[in-house]
């Protein structure tokens, strides 16, 4: 089945760095649109992050964290990353890694179908 | 941006009854309306997709109607693992689409 396994949140101060990864399993990693979401304690989901399947070669961004974090993706390790720079307080939020989803007659852009465990980020001093 | 509105932040029902929750947005959404359920500690899990269509493996007591501005989520039969958050999310305007604030069903 979909598996989907974030790694590297932690403690960070702010104005410091994180590099977030994603292991994907259960299905043709390449074939798929991915995306990050994340959700700060007590609130709604919130998209942040989106790459093309293929060779990634379109990403797009929340205008939150345009210019900040960065998007990439490795099919050869079924990987999907988020480099995640110039961290602020409002950045604190448990970060998921999702699948694009798609039904048997399309796929659907800005839609989550299959969502990984998540990754806390706590940004403070 | 597009605000989703839900209504009401919490509801209140016995196991068995009919539950039905709002979600209104500030602008048209036409039918890119989806469903999210989230269980505690859990990341959340798509439910109803444009409006009215239940993702994979989704019982057919979840169903959703409903289209530009007001829209309606509707779990019948409640069953005690129906008792958690629920958020409303539109992707008309993706990227970004947004979410609603969520609300809480809870047992009576």
């Known amino acids: 089945q979909v598996q989907l396994v974030e790694s590297g949140g932690g403690l960070v101060k702010p104005g410091g760095s994180l590099r977030l990864s994603c292991t994907a399993s259960?299905?043709?990693?390449?074939?798929?649109?991915m995306n990050w979401f994340r959700q700060a304690p007590g609130k709604g989901p919130q998209w942040i992050a989106y790459?093309?399947?293929?060779?990634?070669?379109?990403?797009n961004y929340a205008d939150s964290v345009r210019g900040r974090f960065s998007i990439s993706r490795d099919n050869a390790k079924n990987s999907m990353f988020l480099h995640l720079t110039g961290l602020r307080s409002d950045d604190t939020a448990v970060y998921y890694c999702t699948r694009g989803f798609c039904d048997t007659t399309a796929c659907y852009h800005g839609l989550a179908g299959d969502w990984g465990q998540g990754t806390l980020v706590t940004v403070s001093s | 941006e597009i605000v989703l509105t839900q209504s009401p932040a919490t509801l209140s029902l016995s196991p068995g009854e009919t539950a039905t929750l709002s979600c209104r947005a500030s602008?048209?959404?036409?039918?890119?309306l989806a469903w999210y359920q989230q269980k505690p500690g859990q990341a959340p899990r798509l439910l109803i997709y444009?409006?009215?269509k239940r993702a994979t493996g989704i019982p057919a007591r979840f169903s959703g109607r409903g289209s530009g501005t007001d829209f309606t989520l509707t779990i019948s039969s409640l069953e005690p693992e129906d008792f958690v958050v629920y958020f409303c999310?539109?992707?008309?305007?993706?990227?970004?689409?947004?979410f609603g604030h969520g609300t809480r069903l809870e047992i009576k």
């Open positions: 790459i093309s399947d293929r060779d990634g070669t379109y990403t």
């Open positions: 999310h539109q992707r008309s305007d993706w990227p970004p689409g947004t």
């Open positions: 602008q048209s959404v036409d039918t890119y």
């Open positions: 444009d409006t009215s």
């Open positions: 259960g299905f043709t990693f390449k074939d798929y649109h």
